[in-house]
């Protein structure tokens, strides 16, 4: 009996997603067929692209968010991935794809040189992969929120890209990368929060004077 074919590479999937689905509006219906067997990991890792630069893009974080969380949701649960219909019928806006592919296709070509199968003990138990969904679930409602914060975005972003990536190739390193990212976005938004804390009760004080 012959081996199965080997999954194809990260940015040969995302480069046909792209090539047939072109620059018009599209369902996450159509999204998931066209990805078929590793549809909504792959469905993850789109939709944390957008975010894993800086640039601001108003509108998208809580929609995306809400389909990354669901997503992990069921999974932390040990379900099967999937979304309801209604939701599948969405459309995503018309250049999604080509507006993912220009802010995030080097992110792709560098996740592509990198990842390989490594420290099979963080990647492959069945309790370890309901953890990590717990991780990009946390990581997802802070996406979802938002937040007028510089970077609030980017670390939770980098954290779903990295523990997605590594689950899909059995990259237990890029894993434990995904858990610092996660670890330094919550630290981040609590330092910036005990900040403007301080801040606001150095104004009340002046104003008070």
């Given at each position: 009996?012959?081996?199965?074919?080997?999954?194809?590479?990260?940015?040969?999937?995302?480069?046909?997603l792209?090539?047939?689905?072109?620059?018009?509006?599209?369902?996450?219906?159509e999204?998931?067929?066209?990805?078929?067997?590793?549809?909504y990991?792959?469905?993850?890792?789109?939709f944390?692209l957008p975010f894993?630069?800086?640039?601001?893009?108003p509108?998208?974080?809580?929609?995306?968010?809400?389909?990354?969380?669901?997503?992990?949701?069921?999974?932390?649960?040990?379900?099967?991935?999937?979304?309801?219909?209604?939701?599948?019928?969405?459309?995503?806006?018309?250049?999604?794809?080509?507006?993912?592919?220009?802010?995030?296709?080097?992110?792709i070509a560098?996740?592509?040189?990198?990842l390989?199968?490594?420290?099979?003990?963080?990647?492959?138990?069945?309790?370890a992969?309901?953890?990590?969904?717990?991780?990009?679930?946390?990581?997802?409602?802070?996406?979802?929120?938002?937040?007028?914060?510089?970077?609030?975005?980017?670390?939770?972003?980098?954290?779903i890209?990295?523990?997605?990536?590594?689950?899909?190739?059995?990259?237990?390193?890029?894993?434990?990368?995904?858990?610092?990212?996660?670890?330094?976005?919550?630290?981040?938004?609590?330092?910036?929060?005990?900040?403007?804390?301080?801040?606001?009760?150095?104004f009340?004080?002046?104003?008070?004077?």
């Open positions: 009996m012959s081996d199965a074919p080997a999954p194809q590479k990260l940015s040969v999937e995302l480069a046909r792209r090539d047939r689905l072109g620059n018009r509006p599209v369902t996450l219906c999204v998931i067929a066209t990805l078929r067997g590793r549809a990991v792959l469905v993850v890792i789109l944390a894993v630069t800086p640039i601001p893009l509108g998208l974080s809580t929609p995306l968010g809400l389909v990354i969380g669901f997503i992990a949701l069921r999974q932390s649960l040990g379900l099967r991935p999937w979304l309801p219909k209604s939701w599948q019928r969405r459309e995503l806006p018309a250049g999604f794809f080509k507006k993912t592919f220009t802010i995030a296709g080097r992110v560098w996740l592509e040189r990198v390989r199968p490594r420290l099979a003990w963080v990647s492959r138990p069945a309790l992969q309901q953890a990590h969904a717990v991780v990009i679930l946390i990581c997802a409602i802070i996406l979802l929120l938002p937040l007028p914060i510089p970077f609030s975005n980017t670390f939770p972003a980098w954290a890209l990295l523990i997605a990536s590594g689950n899909l190739e059995r990259d237990g390193l890029f894993i434990l990368l995904g858990y610092i990212a996660s670890i330094a976005g919550l630290l981040y938004l609590l330092l910036l929060g005990t900040a403007a804390q301080k801040m606001s009760v150095s009340w004080h002046w104003l008070n004077a």
